[in-house]
């Protein structure tokens, strides 16, 4: 009876618009039984998608305030469930699996057996999340190498994203927390992925990983991300109250490990650019192709390196260290623009609609 808790949490995980798909040997019960006691599977599973006050829940559910806000407390804190501040109120949702309950799994919940199973179950929950659009998340590019005539959109630019935010914190990559406990350490800084919010304070009562840093600090993080050739992303939308820019290497990661090793085209979404390299003042060095570029799209061709432009995703990280200036971004053609959603609700709408016609 007690696998029968778990198997409802991933049946309603799997409803929510990023999915949870089953595998015919559980593979994604025995990861839920090692982050949820029976207890806490069955509360997830009383919370909504929509953000909700401990008030709120506490009155829909007909329990004492003062126990319902425990319980939240404590299941935000092992990150079974999302805490967020909106509107100068502490909300609790439910949570999904990725981008959600598994980044959650901090400190010493990241422990090896969890992310021995993870990494078994990768290959089919990337094919689900990455199976349909629009795109789970989306490349933030370097802006540095975008031709000067180019309109650069707010939503296009990881400078414009923290200068509108008010608050930030400071984590580990959890993909390369997860590579070092397999025994495949990275050489990129682990210490280096932000959380934003649009609230003023948003982490201050309720920070439950990593550091709260100013927004200098932030944007330092962002010019050090792209000197170490690691590749923005953030969710696939043009609006949201608060997020994260991820800072990924194609060794760790598992959106461009998803892109390039499971078949998943929409879990990550290239950006509206791509890298073109002139070939008259190339200099055949070979460092964008060797060192910088993530989904090996940058091949020799002759005197000169030239640029495969189905796989770019578009990311910039190649403009920044080639030695003769010969590499920028350009504009694709508007029928191959990524799909873009305008918020986070919107997103879910199209994606839902989307998994119906499956």
């Not at 590019?141 to 707010?154: F, H, Q, R, S, T």
């Not at 050489?187 to 609230?199: A, D, G, K, P, R």
């Amino acid at each position: 009876m007690e696998m029968d808790v778990y198997k409802r949490l991933a049946k309603r995980l799997d409803e929510l618009p990023e999915g949870f798909p089953a595998t015919p040997d559980g593979l994604e019960l025995k990861i839920l039984k090692v982050i949820f006691t029976p207890q806490d599977a069955e509360m997830a599973m009383k919370l909504t998608a929509t953000p909700e006050t401990a008030e709120e829940i506490a009155l829909r559910l007909d329990q004492p305030l003062d126990q319902m806000q425990a319980t939240l407390t404590g299941m935000a804190a092992r990150g079974q469930i999302a805490a967020l501040r909106l509107e100068g109120k502490r909300k609790y949702r439910m949570a999904p699996f990725v981008v959600g309950i598994y980044e959650y799994q901090r400190r010493e919940r990241l422990t090896e057996e969890l992310v021995h199973l993870f990494e078994q179950y990768l290959p089919t929950l990337t094919k689900k999340v990455g199976g349909q659009g629009p795109s789970l998340t989306r490349v933030i590019p370097v802006n540095a190498g975008i031709k000067a005539e180019l309109d650069i959109l707010p939503h296009e630019d990881a400078r414009q994203i923290v200068g509108k935010a008010k608050s930030f914190r400071l984590q580990d990559c959890i993909c390369r927390r997860e590579q070092a406990l397999l025994g495949k350490p990275c050489e990129h800084t682990v210490h280096i992925c932000l959380q934003y919010s649009m609230e003023q304070g948003a982490y201050d009562d309720f920070n439950l990983d990593g550091e709260i840093i100013s927004k200098g600090e932030a944007f330092k993080i962002i010019d050090q991300a792209e000197q170490e050739g690691l590749v923005h992303n953030t969710y696939n939308v043009e609006q949201a109250p608060g997020g994260f820019i991820c800072n990924c290497c194609s060794c760790c990661c598992g959106l461009l490990r998803g892109l390039k090793e499971h078949e998943a085209p929409y879990l990550l979404a290239r950006s509206r650019y791509v890298a073109v390299i002139d070939p008259d003042t190339c200099a055949a060095c070979g460092v964008c192709a060797e060192e910088r570029c993530p989904m090996e799209a940058i091949v020799e061709d002759g005197d000169a390196y030239v640029v495969q432009d189905q796989r770019c995703i578009g990311c910039g990280v190649c403009v920044l260290t080639c030695p003769t200036e010969s590499i920028t971004l350009e504009e694709r053609p508007e029928t191959e623009w990524p799909e873009i959603a305008d918020n986070i609700v919107d997103w879910a709408r199209r994606r839902l609609d989307k998994r119906s016609r499956m």
